[in-house]
């Protein structure tokens, strides 16, 4: 099946559609865009130049990606917006381009971002992740795999999502958000595990009695977050979570939300 182009959308000569694609009506797609095969571009969609699309995504009404970032030390040098295979991408959302020179912003595989949603320069969303309407991620946002974000979140420049986290609806996110847990609130703060969404990922009962030990220790103990990490090392199994529950503290740079 060759491209499907409805003939009121307009699309540049330079812009590169594998079979497959479909644009839907007043769609504008820019030179230098790469969409590949199977994605399907929906109604009045703008595509600006230096984008890449991967396979089988879908994008919805309206949204608009690749724009310029809304930053004051942006100099208007060629940066990129990535966005790899299977993501559904409703309408008006809106992802905009890298800030420095040759910088990206990156969404991964597998991911649903519902209607509005607004991805800043230089955002990293891996795979699977599920933004509901009307999440906001502000400038140089990292979302670790399969996070849930609630509906109308505010997540701060430079915040890191941790991975298999889920945050409330209306929460605004100003530090880093480990992973495996929940967190709600204005400011948002740490509520506990996220043990439905474990089970739910097929999560052993003994990795996730493991990280519940783990979380007590983090947020129940009374310790400061350098002595829960210690107690931790010393005292818990060393399985994979654990370890990557442990470096994302140790590498957060705005501190973690507490309990």
């Not at 995504?57 to 790899?84: A, H, M, R, Y």
């Amino acid at each position: 099946m060759s491209v499907l182009i409805h003939p009121t959308a307009i699309i540049d000569p330079k812009a590169e559609l594998d079979e497959n694609v479909e644009v839907g009506p007043y769609s504008i797609i820019e030179k230098n865009v790469k969409i590949s095969k199977g994605t399907k571009v929906g109604p009045q969609v703008l595509l600006k130049e230096w984008i890449t699309i991967g396979k089988d995504c879908t994008i919805g009404k309206g949204v608009i990606i690749g724009t310029l970032p809304q930053d004051v030390n942006f100099n208007g040098k060629k940066s990129f917006v990535k966005i790899g295979d299977r993501n559904l991408i409703r309408e008006y959302v809106t992802i905009h381009r890298g800030t420095k020179e040759e910088s990206i912003t990156q969404i991964g595989n597998d991911n649903f971002l519902m209607a509005y949603v607004h991805v800043a320069h230089n955002c990293k969303i891996e795979d699977k992740v599920i933004i509901a309407n009307v999440g906001n991620l502000a400038g140089y946002v990292t979302v670790e795999k399969n996070a849930m974000i609630g509906g109308l979140v505010g997540v701060h420049q430079y915040v890191r999502i941790g991975a298999y986290s889920i945050i409330g609806g209306c929460s605004k996110v100003t530090k880093d958000v480990p992973p495996y847990v929940r967190a709600d609130g204005h400011p948002s703060i740490v509520k506990g595990l996220n043990s439905v969404g474990l089970r739910r990922a097929h999560f052993s009962p003994e990795t996730r009695s493991i990280l519940k030990k783990a979380y007590k220790i983090l947020f129940k103990s009374g310790l400061n977050t350098t002595q829960a990490l210690k107690k931790i090392d010393d005292g818990l199994e060393l399985i994979p979570e654990i370890k990557h529950l442990c470096e994302f503290i140790k590498n957060s740079q705005r501190g973690i939300c507490k309990s």
